[in-house]
Antibody, heavy 121, light 108 residues
Framework: EVQLVESGGGLVQPGGSLRLSCAAS????????MNWVRQAPGKGLEWVSY????????YYADSVKGRFTISRDNAKNSLYLQMNSLRAEDTAVYYC??????????????WGQGTLVTVSS | DIQMTQSPSTLSASVGDRVTITCRAS??????LAWYQQKPGKAPKLLIY???SLESGVPSRFSGSGSGTEFTLTISSLQPDDFATYYC??????????FGGGTKVEIK
């Protein structure tokens, strides 16, 4: 069974940092591209970042570019999101999401349960 | 960035109704569109990919259609488990994926 379990969320002050983790199991993690997607309280979904299976290709949304860093450790079956210079508008539930290996990747077939990040003083 | 616009934002319907949700892209995305269902406090669930391909395990009452800039998600006969929020998502531009604003399907 595919499982994605996020952790690392919490309350942080504006300007602070936080590192999210996503532990993957039930599939060959090293063969799949992964993403982070977030959802502010009561709002819609916003794509945050993408990383290819080998980490050779990485993309970020403009809203987080230069502040967030996505990475992965295929030996540990884990995905990470280092978040620096956090702002109130980064407050959201953060989901990790898997991309299926299709001809045209870009949608998400499995999602974690999410971890809440709250940026407030 | 490609903008995705869903309508309506809220829809009131009864069990057994046929429901249609529309998603429009600001430029052509071919058929690179997915639909998700999200219930309160839960992660989104993939329903449809490539505009009209049904994800494994998803009931056949869900269907998707469209190409270019206009897409629809149809629920042929609304069931109690279908009351949720639905999102479209384009993946034509892979370096900048975008979602629609969501459509909440409520009980009438």
């Amino acid at each position: 069974e595919v499982q994605l379990v996020e952790s690392g969320g919490g309350l942080v002050q504006p300007g602070g940092s936080l590192r999210l983790s996503c532990a993957a199991s039930g599939f060959t993690f090293s063969s799949y591209s992964m993403n982070w997607v977030r959802q502010a309280p009561g709002k819609g979904l916003e794509w945050v970042s993408y990383i290819s299976s080998s980490s050779s290709t990485i993309y970020y949304a403009d809203s987080v570019k230069g502040r967030f860093t996505i990475s992965r450790d295929n030996a540990k079956n884990s995905l990470y999101l280092q978040m620096n210079s956090l702002r109130a508008e980064d407050t959201a539930v953060y989901y990790c999401a898997r991309v299926p290996p299709t001809i045209r990747p870009g949608y998400f077939d499995y999602w974690g349960q999410g971890t809440l990040v709250t940026v407030s003083s | 960035d490609i903008q995705m616009t869903q309508s309506p934002s809220t829809l009131s319907a009864s069990v057994g109704d046929r429901v249609t949700i529309t998603c429009r892209a600001s430029q052509s995305i071919s058929s690179w569109l997915a639909w998700y269902q999200q219930k309160p406090g839960k992660a989104p669930k993939l329903l449809i990919y490539k505009a009209s391909s049904l994800e494994s395990g998803v009931p056949s009452r869900f269907s998707g259609s469209g190409s270019g800039t206009e897409f629809t998600l149809t629920i042929s006969s609304l069931q109690p488990d279908d009351f949720a929020t639905y999102y479209c998502q384009q993946y034509n531009s892979y370096s900048s994926l975008t979602f629609g604003g969501g459509t909440k399907v409520e009980i009438k």
